[in-house]
C-alpha cells in the first residue's frame, strides 16, 4: 500500500505510522528546510523503504489520477485557500474506493463571531498558526461533499474520544506531567522562559532555550 501524508511537516506521525503499519507512505510537502529535516529523521529510524518527501503543492499535486491506495492530513489542509479545490485534487490521486482521513481545524457550534472573547481565541489560533480564516463544521463538510467525498465518519474532539477510557487525551501533551520531557509544557516552564527573555532583552535566550527544548525531546 502507498498512502499519502499532505503537509507532513518534517514526518513524525509519517514514521510512525509507517513503524506499525509497514506501509509506504509519501510526504507531501511544500518546505526545503521541513524536507531536510525531516528526510534525516528517517535515516535515524531506519524507515528508509518506508517514508519518502515529495516537494510539492497539495493545491497541484505532481501525480497522475489515482496514484495512491490511501492519505491522510493532519492539520494541514487547514491551511489550503480554497478547501473544495484541496478535497478535489486530493480525490484526484487517490485511488477508487480510497480512504482520506483528516485531522482539521473548525471552530464548533459554540462559537459565537458577535462574542468579543470568541473571537479573540479564533483570531490567537489564526495568527499563532499561520491559518486563513477558520472554517465551521458545516463548512468542512460541505467542502468534502462538493469535492465528491463520502464522509464515512467524523468526530468533535472537543466532546471527547471514543473509548476515552482506555486512550490517551488528545490534549494530554499540553498538560504536561513533572518530567524533563513534560517541564516544557508546564506554566513553571512558561514562566521561566518568559522571565530569562525579559531578563536578558535579547534573541541569544530565545534560542537557546529552544534549543534546550529540541534536546529534552
Not at 153 to 165: A, R, T, V, Y
Not at 167 to 179: C, D, I, K, R, V
Amino acid at each position: 500500500m502507498v498512502c499519502a501524508d499532505f503537509g507532513c511537516g518534517i514526518g513524525g506521525p509519517m514514521r510512525n505510522i509507517a513503524r506499525f503499519s509497514g506501509a509506504k507512505i509519501v510526504g507531501i510537502n511544500n518546505n526545503d528546510y521541513q524536507i531536510t529535516v525531516g528526510s534525516k529523521y528517517i535515516v535515524r529510524d531506519n524507515l528508509v523503504d518506508n517514508c519518502e518527501f515529495k516537494k510539492s503543492d497539495f493545491m497541484h499535486l505532481q501525480y497522475d489520477d489515482n496514484y495512491f491506495d490511501a492519505c491522510y492530513a493532519i492539520e494541514a489542509t487547514c491551511h489550503a485557500p480554497d478547501k473544495t479545490a484541496c478535497y478535489k485534487e486530493i480525490m484526484r490521486v487517490t485511488k477508487p474506493g480510497g480512504y482520506f482521513g483528516c485531522y482539521e481545524w473548525v471552530m464548533t457550534a459554540k462559537y459565537d463571531p458577535k462574542n468579543a472573547r470568541h473571537k479573540a481565541i479564533k483570531e490567537g489560533i489564526e495568527v499563532g498558526n499561520g491559518l486563513p480564516d477558520i472554517a465551521t463544521i458545516p463548512d468542512v463538510t460541505a467542502a468534502l461533499k462538493a469535492a465528491g467525498w463520502e464522509i464515512c465518519d467524523m468526530m468533535e474532539m472537543s466532546k471527547g474520544q471514543p473509548h476515552h477510557n482506555v486512550q490517551t487525551p488528545w490534549y494530554h501533551a499540553l498538560e504536561g506531567s513533572f518530567s524533563l520531557k513534560g517541564f516544557r509544557m508546564q506554566n513553571r516552564s512558561y514562566f521561566h522562559t518568559r522571565f530569562r527573555y525579559r531578563l536578558t532583552g535579547n534573541r541569544h535566550c530565545t534560542r537557546r532555550c529552544c534549543e534546550s527544548l529540541e534536546i529534552i525531546e
